[in-house]
């Protein structure tokens, strides 16, 4: 049996081409993101550059995030889009694929 309670839904990140205000950068991902930090539903929308390193489908299909005790436990067993990573301090973050849809699972240290 599936335990869907060990997952705690953090936002929905939407592909976008428009700029949008209050925009964060990230270089070394070449993409800025928006909207989370003032949405009441946890929407982010998400802008890619051209050159963009991510996988196709997490720049064209939206994605939800959700937030896990452990990261590592998480993603064991599931198909990896973008290998566990730090985009800021005390967050390790990872993109799996379930049912073709991208997921990404946010752990977030105190």
Known sequence: MIDKNKYKFHHVGIPTKLSR???KYHPDL???HSGYETSEFGIEWMRFEKDCPLPEIVQTVAHVAFQVDDLEQ???G???LIEPN?????VKVAFILDQG???ELIQIDD
């Open 86 to 90: 730090s985009p800021s301090d005390g």
């Open 78 to 80: 599931q198909e990896l």
């Open 74 to 76: 998480a993603i064991r």
């Open 21 to 23: 205000d209050n925009e």
């Open 30 to 32: 070449k993409f800025y």
């Open 101 to 103: 849809a991208p997921v």
